[in-house]
């Protein structure tokens, strides 16, 4: 990562930024594995995955069944919803979008809020409460603390974390319409 900020100061900040971010938008597996860090996943036989999870987007009741242990729940608790909310996925229905600047695209989200991604409602269910509550733990330190997801996705970063909702069980990130 430091290669990366180290490029964007040296004057390439604007191309390296919408590469990562059209890359990280267009790629379930890649955001997973650069922007989240979830460094064990490889292509070979996570990349399958996360294609289909891409392919069936509109599918709204699926499920994998995998045995303990491979990542699905990595994948699918805690890399597919923030992807989700970020905007992937969206690339191919809204391309205009990913030309946007985060001035222009919070103009573009308030004006259309249909539109707006972070918009959706997303429940993630673990065997227990517990388990639930740590995939969205994983969510919120990556929106807090992960530098790279922060510079390309700003318009995910609450301005006042005091003054939102964030509890053990739900999270509440900035949106266009409540």
């Not at 608790?77 to 992807?83: D, L």
């Not at 391309?95 to 918009?119: C, W």
């Not at 517990?130 to 733990?137: C, F, G, R, S």
């Amino acid at each position: 990562m430091s290669q990366i900020l180290e490029m964007a100061a040296e004057g390439k900040a604007t191309e390296l930024r919408e590469g990562l971010r059209r890359r990280a938008l267009g790629s379930l597996y890649y955001f997973s594995k650069v922007l989240c860090s979830y460094d064990k996943i490889v292509p070979h036989f996570h990349m399958p995955l996360c294609l289909d999870i891409q392919n069936s987007i509109d599918i709204r009741k699926r499920g994998y069944l995998w045995p303990r242990k491979h990542f699905k729940s990595t994948i699918i608790a805690k890399s597919y919803p923030h992807w989700r909310l970020c905007g992937g996925g969206l690339q191919d229905t809204m391309p205009q979008i990913m030309e946007l600047e985060t001035e222009e695209l919070l103009k573009f989200y308030k004006t259309y809020p249909d539109k707006d991604p972070r918009n959706l409602r997303i429940g993630i269910v673990g065997e227990t409460g517990d388990v639930a509550e740590k995939d969205l733990k994983d969510i919120k330190d990556r929106t807090l603390n992960n530098e790279l997801f922060r510079w390309l996705f700003p318009e995910m970063i609450p301005e006042n974390t005091g003054a939102i909702k964030w509890t053990e069980s739900e999270i509440v990130l900035p949106r266009s319409k409540s």
